[in-house]
């Protein structure tokens, strides 16, 4: 019977990967360029070179990476790194550490492990990491490179216009903020409902400013059910529940504040288009399991002192991990498998659901003229 299960899981999978491979078979690219913002979900490699805790340039990380480990916090391919193939990309967006010359033209990816919506996000337990303000200095620097490679401020903004943004954070903003009160006093100072105003009234600046830099097609991915991770729930135990309740109900603040934020955006800003993936909705688990990942709760590789570790949540290096990854949906303690990343990451391109996307997924998104509002 176990193993008539495993090979259903296998045959979903196999059939997922296949549909959403079926849309890049042409090899067209959808879009001149792609840029990445964001945490560990997104991060390629940024934090390799930082003073800080949050590192996955180690093994058993990149076991099914064809590079390795490369600083991607998961096996294989991260959520990103899905939805360049999905737009057409033949190589992965490099990451701001290491992109150099024209290169910069197809975009950056400015991830970084641990990062939050607030600066001192993960800084008292991590170490350095790159927040959401240090990744919008970084991302001028580039667009100051990119009008040099122009050499006209004017075709710059226009190559920029058809570029798609994404845009990952706030779950350290949880992780390694607000639920570590022993090293952080956000918790003491708001409540549930006035920390998730706070988080998205910041992030709102920081979307903005990201549209004063020329940014016109963004993605927000919305927070995941940070109570279903192993992590938390090592860290607070089940108590009858299937993941930590109160963890998920105060992320869930921040996402409906986010879909909001996003109609706001669209309704100030008529040049540009904001869409919100719903990753709390594709990530939970009756969902998940229908995609054939039957593992929801337990990490694949070995992490030392699950749940006393102050959001170290890594694999312990060298280690060797679960041989059957696909049905996994944790690689570690918190961050996802690859087979989850192809998830979230093609119905947040195709929406395959109503409930994945609002109010359109990232395949519309990119296909959009906004000079005319036109697909």
Same mark, same amino acid.
């Given at each position: 019977?176990?193993?008539?299960?495993?090979?259903?899981?296998?045959?979903?999978?196999?059939?997922?990967?296949?549909?959403?491979?079926?849309?890049?078979?042409?090899? %067209?690219?959808?879009?001149? /360029?792609?840029?990445?913002? !964001?945490?560990?979900?997104? @991060?390629?490699? &940024? =934090?390799?070179? $930082?003073?800080?805790?949050?590192?996955?340039?180690?093994?058993?990380?990149?076991?099914?990476?064809?590079?390795?480990?490369?600083?991607?916090?998961?096996?294989?391919?991260?959520?990103?790194?899905?939805?360049?193939?999905?737009?057409?990309?033949?190589?992965?967006?490099?990451?701001?550490?290491?992109?150099?010359?024209?290169?910069?033209?197809?975009?950056?990816?400015?991830?970084?492990?641990?990062?939050?919506?607030?600066?001192?996000?993960?800084?008292?337990?991590?170490?350095?990491?790159?927040?959401?303000?240090?990744?919008?200095?970084?991302?001028?620097?580039?667009?100051?490179?990119?009008?040099?490679?122009?050499?006209?401020?004017?075709?710059?903004? %226009?190559?920029?216009?058809? /570029?798609?943004?994404?845009? !990952?954070?706030?779950?350290? @903003?949880?992780? &390694? =903020?607000?639920? $570590?009160?022993?090293?952080?006093?956000?918790?003491?100072?708001?409540?549930?409902?006035?920390?998730?105003?706070?988080?998205?009234?910041?992030?709102?600046?920081?979307?903005?400013?990201?549209?004063?830099?020329?940014?016109?097609?963004?993605?927000?991915?919305?927070?995941?059910?940070?109570?279903?991770?192993?992590?938390?729930?090592?860290?607070?135990?089940?108590?009858?529940?299937?993941?930590?309740?109160?963890?998920?109900?105060?992320?869930?603040?921040?996402?409906?504040?986010?879909?909001?934020?996003?109609?706001?955006?669209?309704?100030?800003?008529?040049?540009?288009?904001?869409?919100?993936?719903?990753?709390?909705?594709?990530?939970?688990?009756?969902?998940?399991?229908?995609?054939?990942?039957?593992?929801?709760?337990?990490?694949?590789?070995?992490?030392?002192?699950?749940?006393?570790?102050?959001?170290?949540?890594?694999?312990?290096?060298?280690?060797?991990?679960?041989?059957?990854?696909?049905?996994?949906?944790?690689?570690?303690?918190?961050?996802?498998?690859?087979?989850?990343?192809?998830?979230?990451?093609?119905?947040?391109?195709?929406?395959?659901?109503?409930?994945?996307?609002?109010?359109?997924?990232?395949?519309?998104?990119?296909?959009?003229?906004?000079?005319?509002?036109?697909?």
């Amino acid at each position: 019977m176990e193993r008539r299960s495993e090979i259903w899981h296998l045959v979903t999978m196999v059939f997922m990967i296949l549909s959403w491979s079926s849309l890049v078979i042409n090899g %067209e690219q959808k879009v001149p /360029c792609y840029f990445i913002f !964001g945490d560990s979900l997104y @991060d390629n490699g &940024n =934090n390799n070179d $930082l003073d800080t805790k949050a590192k996955a340039n180690y093994p058993p990380y990149g076991i099914d990476f064809p590079a390795g480990p490369t600083g991607r916090f998961t096996n294989g391919r991260n959520t990103a790194d899905i939805i360049a193939e999905l737009l057409g990309f033949e190589e992965y967006i490099q990451s701001f550490a290491s992109a150099s010359g024209s290169d910069i033209l197809k975009g950056v990816n400015y991830a970084s492990g641990g990062a939050g919506i607030r600066d001192e996000t993960a800084s008292k337990n991590l170490g350095t990491v790159i927040s959401m303000n240090k990744q919008l200095v970084n991302h001028q620097t580039t667009i100051s490179d990119i009008v040099k490679i122009f050499g006209d401020e004017k075709k710059a903004k %226009e190559h920029l216009r058809k /570029c798609i943004y994404t845009v !990952g954070i706030g779950s350290n @903003d949880y992780i &390694n =903020n607000y639920l $570590l009160p022993q090293l952080y006093s956000t918790s003491r100072l708001y409540t549930p409902e006035q920390y998730a105003t706070l988080l998205v009234q910041q992030y709102s600046h920081q979307l903005q400013s990201l549209y004063k830099k020329g940014a016109r097609k963004v993605a927000l991915f919305g927070i995941g059910p940070l109570g279903c991770t192993p992590g938390n729930i090592a860290t607070y135990g089940r108590n009858g529940s299937l993941c930590i309740d109160f963890v998920n109900n105060e992320v869930q603040l921040f996402n409906t504040k986010l879909k909001t934020l996003v109609d706001d955006l669209n309704e100030k800003f008529q040049d540009a288009k904001f869409i919100y993936v719903n990753v709390f909705g594709i990530s939970s688990a009756p969902l998940v399991g229908l995609h054939g990942l039957a593992v929801n709760n337990t990490p694949c590789c070995k992490v030392e002192n699950i749940g006393h570790n102050n959001g170290v949540l890594t694999c312990i290096p060298h280690s060797t991990p679960c041989s059957i990854r696909f049905v996994h949906l944790f690689w570690d303690a918190t961050h996802p498998t690859e087979a989850a990343n192809l998830i979230v990451a093609g119905r947040a391109y195709v929406s395959l659901l109503p409930m994945d996307t609002h109010p359109m997924g990232i395949r519309r998104l990119a296909r959009l003229n906004l000079k005319n509002g036109m697909e």
